[in-house]
């Protein structure tokens, strides 16, 4: 459903942030991305809808490559693909349930989005979402108020509130505490086993990735290192995806 192909970036025109990534993603799976920080794993997930324009490759979202649509067939296909940040992302003065309505902002003509004009059955749709995520009760809770973990649930209800067919996660608990983690990953997890979604999560957590992920793939300086079932991430595989370049530093020299 998700096919990255040949993927390349740089921010500078000259030194390569990502060369030539590849990889699929399926349906109804949850792949982690793992690597030492500055890899060019957000670089690879911000890619996929486009919030950075990559240099060359192709991005076939349900076939159509990402990558060739004009403005307003981007907004449409964006709103297939949620996305979960790290910083959580949410207007913090406003409640919970007015956050995830914002969800499905990009399915609404300017006007109504502009005005924050929601339906009855948009409304109902974003309290069971919080329902989903445990938090009906605090609804109409402005975000400063909630914990990070409730805040990062309430991300996830936003994300399902466009009805998404993968969910694209950066670093979604870097900055939670182990319960809220595990919270957080099981609703994620449960997300793709239960509903079909496909979650495309980035860490840096190994045994994370270990315990939740179906598949995983490994980047090393902008490069996919491992590509493969979770089961075949052995502990010498961890260490050359971890590996500090040595290649990198040889062509550096070479090149001074
Ligand atoms: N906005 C930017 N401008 C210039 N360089 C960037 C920018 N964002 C990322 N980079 C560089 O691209 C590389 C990959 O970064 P990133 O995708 O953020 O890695 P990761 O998420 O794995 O830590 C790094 O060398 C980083 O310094
Ligand atoms: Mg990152």
Redesign the pocket.
Known sequence: MLTVKHLA?S??GE?K??TDVSFSVRPGEVTV?I????????????SINQL?RDDDGEILFDSTDMRQLNRSQLRRARTRIGMIFQNYNLIEPLTAIENVLHGCLGTKSNLAGMFSIYSADEKQEALKLLEKVGLRDFAYQQCRNLSGGQEQRVGIARALMQHPKIILC??PIASLDPKSTITVMDILRNLATAEGISVLI?LHQVDIARHYADHVIG?NN?QVVFDDATSALTDVAVTNIYRKDANQEGSLMYEL
Do not use: F, V
Request: charged share 30%.
């Open positions: 970036k921010y500078d030194k942030s990502l991305i690597g030492p920080s500055g890899a060019g794993k957000t670089t690879i997930l911000r950075i950066d670093e980035n980047i902008g």
